[in-house]
């Protein structure tokens, strides 16, 4: 896990979440889609995600620095929701 800042969209203020890991939902700046953290780079301050709920056929996964995280979310584990 990593202690990371995060911008809280309602607010612009910045808020600590200290449980981003790997399987986390998040938010990122600049899109209203929810994507899933598949790995994490602490050293670096750069984590890998994809889009959620991803498609199975499609490997879109992509780099993003952990500053452009706004929100860490908690999906659902029932899928019929």
Request: glycine share 2%.
């Amino acid at each position: 896990m990593i202690h990371s800042k995060l911008l809280d969209n309602k607010n612009n203020n910045l808020i600590c979440f200290e449980n981003l890991y790997k399987g986390a939902f998040v938010k990122i700046k600049h899109s209203n889609n929810t994507f899933q953290v598949i790995g994490l780079n602490i050293d670096k301050k750069i984590c890998w995600v994809r889009e959620w709920p991803f498609d199975s056929n499609s490997k879109k996964t992509f780099a993003l620095e952990i500053s452009r995280i706004n929100l860490q979310i908690f999906c659902s584990n029932n899928s019929s929701e």
